[in-house]
């Protein structure tokens, strides 16, 4: 067992999670050994949440309520730390998706994160290179709780557009992907959600160079997060931003109308 180390509770959500946990498993006059063994967790994996260095799944909190009879206090506090789960280029972004009033996408090569379905981001999610098993958990578990802002009393208006090429690559097994296009018809009945494909004969040289999203704040700017193989990152710069609006009206401009593209996407989940 690794030795104990004395966090500040007050330095992170994340260090904050880890000192509750060790307070309550010390009460329960449990070791960290039996404690993983009763949340079915590793060993490693209850040292790194105590210690911060990690960040627990929903399951994971929910579990230790139960094994430490907490009364649901690591539950809601797990909320606050889910965003350690993600690297620090994109938590300003995650901040802008809950406030924004629209959200429009370009999605070229996967399905956009707000629509995957659990499998469907496992599969990509776990691919990661250096990725454990247990960090692509805590990421898909990141995602799925990141697509609440699309449910919520007052969500943002979402509009999706996709490149068909996209609906025939396998990410996953057939079942998967089948999935993830029932998902995909399913999320386009939501009255906030549109959803956009571009033929694949289509002339979409504009969208080749990657995906985006503009955001549009109130009382704000407009907002652009870019992706790349590696970091993406977010700008309000004039410039790039109306270099991709007018990037995004090109490219949609190609894109089939609604119920076309939905038809589009029964016809790709029956040829899987």
Same mark, same amino acid.
């Given at each position: 067992?690794?030795?104990?180390?004395?966090?500040?509770?007050?330095?992170?959500?994340?260090?904050?999670?880890?000192?509750?946990? +060790? $307070?309550?498993?010390?009460? *329960?006059?449990?070791?960290? @050994?039996?404690? #993983?063994? /009763?949340?079915?967790?590793?060993?490693? !994996?209850?040292?790194?949440?105590?210690?911060?260095?990690?960040?627990?799944?929903?399951?994971?909190?929910?579990?230790?309520?139960?094994?430490?009879?907490?009364?649901?206090?690591?539950?809601?506090?797990?909320?606050?730390?889910?965003?350690?789960?993600?690297?620090?280029?994109?938590?300003?972004?995650?901040?802008?998706?809950?406030?924004?009033?629209?959200?429009?996408?370009?999605?070229?090569?996967?399905?956009?994160?707000?629509?995957?379905?659990?499998?469907?981001?496992?599969?990509?999610?776990? +691919? $990661?290179?250096?990725?454990? *098993?247990?960090?692509?958990? @805590?990421?898909? #578990?990141? /995602?799925?709780?990141?697509?609440?802002? !699309?449910?919520?009393?007052?969500?943002?208006?979402?509009?999706?557009?996709?490149?068909?090429?996209?609906?025939?690559?396998?990410?996953?097994?057939?079942?998967?992907?089948?999935?993830?296009?029932?998902?995909?018809?399913?999320?386009?009945?939501?009255?906030?959600?549109?959803?956009?494909?571009?033929?694949?004969?289509?002339?979409?040289?504009?969208?080749?160079?990657?995906?985006?999203?503009?955001?549009?704040?109130?009382?704000?700017?407009?907002?652009?997060?870019?992706?790349?193989?590696?970091?993406?990152?977010?700008?309000?710069?004039?410039?790039?931003?109306?270099?991709?609006?007018?990037?995004?009206?090109?490219?949609?401009?190609?894109?089939?109308?609604?119920?076309?593209?939905?038809?589009?996407?029964?016809?790709?989940?029956?040829?899987?």
């Amino acid at each position: 067992m690794p030795p104990a180390r004395e966090l500040d509770p007050s330095s992170s959500p994340l260090a904050f999670f880890g000192a509750e946990l +060790r $307070e309550h498993r010390l009460r *329960a006059g449990l070791s960290q @050994e039996q404690l #993983a063994d /009763r949340l079915s967790y590793s060993l490693s !994996l209850v040292c790194a949440v105590e210690l911060a260095r990690r960040t627990p799944s929903r399951d994971f909190a929910e579990r230790a309520d139960q094994v430490l009879e907490t009364g649901g206090e690591l539950s809601r506090l797990w909320p606050l730390v889910r965003q350690a789960v993600y690297p620090a280029w994109f938590r300003p972004w995650l901040e802008i998706e809950q406030t924004a009033r629209t959200l429009q996408t370009w999605q070229p090569l996967l399905i956009p994160g707000l629509l995957q379905t659990e499998d469907y981001a496992r599969e990509v999610l776990q +691919r $990661e290179p250096g990725a454990t *098993a247990e960090q692509a958990e @805590e990421a898909v #578990a990141a /995602r799925m709780t990141r697509q609440s802002v !699309l449910h919520k009393p007052d969500p943002p208006m979402f509009w999706a557009v996709l490149d068909e090429w996209m609906l025939y690559r396998p990410v996953g097994s057939a079942e998967t992907m089948r999935g993830q296009m029932r998902a995909l018809r399913d999320s386009a009945q939501l009255p906030n959600v549109t959803i956009q494909v571009v033929p694949r004969d289509s002339p979409a040289v504009p969208g080749l160079t990657g995906a985006f999203v503009i955001a549009k704040v109130p009382a704000e700017s407009d907002l652009v997060y870019l992706e790349s193989a590696g970091e993406g990152y977010v700008t309000d710069r004039p410039a790039d931003v109306e270099s991709i609006v007018r990037r995004y009206d090109v490219i949609r401009s190609l894109a089939l109308p609604v119920h076309a593209s939905l038809h589009l996407l029964a016809k790709a989940e029956e040829s899987i």
